[in-house]
């Protein structure tokens, strides 16, 4: 499968954009099965350590069904925008089979 990285580089600046500082967001560390609670504290297009336009700076508000030392409460992280939702149940694996 070839992934077409200008239409990814594109929804990564589309999605930064729609994310507000200030705003409380999900932070997905598998699907929705678990991640964080976060505060948006800086965001920007410029390219991330994993080569993609966002760079989300946010800080950890509660834990999600973890206990993983990287999503302690208070900690500051560095974040695609691609893995903030509005809501947990946004994050669910769209593979998944539904019953």
């Known amino acids: 499968m070839k992934f077409d990285t200008k239409k990814l580089a594109r929804e990564c600046i589309d999605r930064t ?8 967001y999900f932070l997905s560390a598998f699907y ?3 991640g964080a609670i976060v505060k948006v504290i800086d965001k920007s297009t410029k390219v991330n350590s994993a080569g993609w336009p966002s760079t989300v700076i946010v800080k950890v508000i509660e834990q ?16 695609n925008a691609c ?13 998944a089979k539904t019953r």
């Open 17 to 24: 954009k729609q994310i507000v500082i200030g705003n409380q």
């Open 32 to 34: 929705d099965k678990e």
């Open 64 to 79: 999600v069904d973890t206990e993983s030392s990287f999503y302690a409460v208070g900690k500051e992280l560095s974040v």
């Open 83 to 95: 893995n903030l939702y509005e809501h947990r149940i946004d994050a669910r694996n769209p593979f």
